[in-house]
């Protein structure tokens, strides 16, 4: 090679020195016209550079919604990886796009979409055990029988395939490769994975019929060990759920509830008037488990019906005058609609004013979901939606971001669509006959709504 390059460059050489021993009588060269430069453009940037860009709070949200599709697995932690791209990719070409490794606004909202049906599908809840003080995300739905003693709490199936089991106890002069070693020797475990650290370890593989999967932590002589036993049968269901309780798994916690925060005891929405004899249009879970629902200059409402399928809420007032229904004609939503609602009072120095918001409409997943971007403000859950035209599009609701372990930050809210035909048949349901002719200003049609716990 060195020799190729040496004969290239004396070839260069010779060739620049028969130049320079041209005749002195030729013509000088003439001498080129400059030519304008076109600037090079910047590379695209990369998957890994479009993550690095996000907040550790947006990639954990990300990490965690494929872990439950069953694209991710891996420690979510918000931190940008090969693996969490190589995630993406993979949901995309499941989903029949193209697999980037960047999501764009509506396969993000098809990712979230997805995840939220799939802990439904589960009954994901995080919660703090009263017993060893740990926080830990059950299924409630696949294992539904709860027990607890001095030692812990379980959580099983009916049938046993699944079983959970949260266990404290003291224990001195402990390790996390002591810890680990117990565990091993437990009659008829077979490990598959091991991981020790220093401050936690990470045990998997099988027991007779079953799989299981060990996380446990000591501290001042507290041990604390979550385990997880589900029948091989049931590995499609429980894989992403385990993936997604050791990522919730907080032994020893010191900050708030990971995930959805506590309800709040005092909980502002918005309501839309449909009816002028008191009949008031909300979101079901701004209204759920409320000690007293008022109505902001009304005064009380009673909780008629629910749709839990489509968290709608159907409340009623009454001896009040002058109500102004909203017209809740033909209209459906489209690429974007205008939200009017009333912000919590927090958000507006303690103001009750009515407002009105921008925001997109994307259609997610494969059974007519929308969601709304950017999500609107606190207390607009409820908030009537509103197509270019005027016309009624359906009702917004906000939910705060799911994610399996503990956040870094707050994550960014999610809102949704529920359309305006699904709404009309809530109300049909319930003998109420939404109303055609009212006011063109749907700021006269919308209360605030008060949710008192306890």
């Given at each position: ?5 040496a004969?290239?460059v ?12 041209t005749a002195?009588?030729?013509a ?8 304008a ?17 996000m907040?550790?709070?947006e990639r ?6 494929l872990?439950?599709t ?15 791209v190589?995630a993406i ?7 029949g796009g ?14 979230a979409s997805?995840a939220?049906?799939l802990q439904g599908?589960?009954g994901?809840?995080?919660?703090a055990?009263?017993?060893?003080g ?5 299924p409630?739905?696949?294992a539904p ?5 001095a030692?812990?709490?379980?959580w099983?199936s009916s049938?046993g395939?699944i079983q959970i089991v ?11 490769a ?5 565990e091993?020797k437990?009659p008829?475990r077979?490990?598959?994975y091991?991981?020790?650290?220093p401050d936690?370890?990470?045990?998997s ?6 799989k299981?999967?060990i996380?446990g932590?000591?501290k001042?002589?507290?041990?604390r060990i979550?385990t997880?036993?589900?029948?091989q ?5 429980m894989?992403p759920?385990v ?9 020893f916690?010191s ?17 839309t008037i449909?009816?002028?004899d008191?009949a ?7 209204v759920e ?8 200059g ?10 839990k ?6 409340l009623?007032i009454?001896?009040?005058r ?7 004609g ?8 205008d939200l009017?609602g ?5 958000n507006?120095g ?9 925001a ?13 971007s950017?999500?609107?403000g606190?207390g ?13 599009a359906g ?6 971001s799911v994610i399996?372990?503990a956040?870094n ?6 809102a949704?669509l529920v ?10 349901s319930?003998a ?6 009212a006011?063109?200003?749907?700021k ?11």
């Amino acid at each position: 090679m060195r020799s190729m390059l040496a004969a290239t460059v004396m070839i260069v050489g010779a060739s620049g020195l028969a130049a320079a021993q041209t005749a002195p009588n030729a013509a000088p060269a003439v001498k080129p016209k400059p030519v304008a430069a076109t600037p090079v453009r910047p590379a695209l940037q990369t998957p890994a550079e479009t993550a690095k860009a996000m907040t550790p709070a947006e990639r954990q949200a990300i990490q965690s919604d494929l872990a439950w599709t069953g694209d991710y697995n891996g420690v979510i932690n918000g931190e940008a990886s090969d693996r969490m791209v190589t995630a993406i990719k993979a949901f995309q070409t499941n989903h029949g796009g193209k697999p980037t490794g960047v999501l764009n606004p509506q396969e993000r909202a098809q990712l979230a979409s997805a995840a939220r049906k799939l802990q439904g599908n589960v009954g994901w809840k995080l919660l703090a055990d009263p017993v060893t003080g740990a926080r830990v995300g059950i299924p409630a739905k696949l294992a539904p029988q709860h027990s607890s003693d001095a030692n812990g709490s379980r959580w099983a199936s009916s049938t046993g395939t699944i079983q959970i089991v949260l266990a404290r106890r003291k224990e001195a002069g402990v390790t996390t490769a002591k810890l680990a070693d117990q565990e091993k020797k437990e009659p008829g475990r077979k490990v598959s994975y091991s991981a020790v650290k220093p401050d936690f370890f990470v045990l998997s593989g099988t027991q007779g019929l079953k799989k299981f999967y060990i996380r446990g932590a000591f501290k001042n002589a507290e041990v604390r060990i979550l385990t997880i036993l589900y029948d091989q049968a049931t590995e499609g269901t429980m894989e992403p759920v385990v993936i997604a309780m050791s990522s919730a798994f907080d032994p020893f916690p010191s900050g708030a509830l990971a995930g959805p925060p506590p309800r709040k005891k005092v909980e502002y929405s918005t309501g839309t008037i449909v009816s002028d004899d008191g009949a008031i249009l909300a979101d079901r879970e701004s209204v759920e488990a409320c000690q007293s629902i008022v109505i902001a200059g009304a005064g009380n409402a009673d909780l008629a019906a629910t749709d839990k399928a489509h968290d709608l809420a159907l409340l009623r007032i009454y001896g009040a005058r002058g109500l102004k229904p909203l017209a809740l004609g033909s209209g459906a939503a489209k690429a974007s609609v205008d939200l009017t609602g009333i912000a919590d009072p927090q958000n507006q120095g303690g103001g009750a004013a009515v407002s009105v918001g921008k925001a997109g409409v994307t259609p997610v997943g494969s059974n007519g979901g929308l969601a709304l971007s950017p999500a609107p403000g606190l207390g607009f859950s409820g908030a009537p939606a509103r197509d270019a035209d005027g016309r009624f599009a359906g009702i917004a609701l906000l939910r705060p971001s799911v994610i399996a372990g503990a956040t870094n930050g707050a994550a960014t809210p999610q809102a949704a669509l529920v359309d305006a035909e699904t709404v009309r048949k809530f109300l049909v349901s319930n003998a109420i006959k939404p109303a055609t002719d009212a006011p063109g200003d749907a700021k006269a049609s919308v209360v605030r709504v008060i949710c008192v716990r306890k």
